[in-house]
């Protein structure tokens, strides 16, 4: 199954923990989510992608998942999500993909457009922390 990650998972610590292992760098294929824009979520550091018909949402299509992989992706994001197909460009070619969609009825946008490198410099390091303590139970991951 591919996916279309758009925010905290596009940081290879995060999705290493959620998965319980490192991803090849290979495995994440530069994508754009057409017809989206990306938003943080009220009260919230993460983002979630809302519709917006002139907008689009740079992300990365992520292949090879298992269905242990799957689950855990499934976990890690929670009730406030559903998986949808969307089309996103990627290599020049519209293909598609599951994404997580945020549930309007568990969670908002804020006013306020997220950014991956902003949410890595201010938010990263709290944010992680608080995921290894969740994941405290899961075997490491192998960092090679």
């Excluded at 959620?18 to 991803?23: N, W």
């Excluded at 599951?98 to 949410?119: C, K």
Aim: charged content about 25%.
């Amino acid at each position: 199954m591919r996916f279309f990650f758009y925010g905290t998972l596009l940081d290879r610590d995060v999705t290493a923990l959620v998965l319980g292992r490192r991803l090849p760098p290979q495995a994440f294929m530069p994508a754009i989510l057409l017809g989206h824009e990306r938003r943080k979520a009220k009260g919230a550091s993460y983002p979630v992608v809302v519709p917006d018909p002139r907008g689009e949402v740079a992300g990365a299509v992520v292949g090879g998942l298992s269905p242990r992989d799957v689950a855990c992706l499934v976990a890690y994001e929670g009730p406030g999500y559903r998986i949808v197909p969307l089309r996103v460009r990627a290599q020049g070619a519209l293909v598609t993909v599951a994404v997580f969609e945020p549930l309007v009825s568990r969670l908002q946008p804020s006013g306020d457009l997220w950014d991956l490198a902003l949410w890595q410099r201010h938010h990263k390091r709290a944010f992680v922390e608080r995921l290894r303590r969740a994941f405290s139970a899961r075997p490491a991951y192998s960092r090679r």
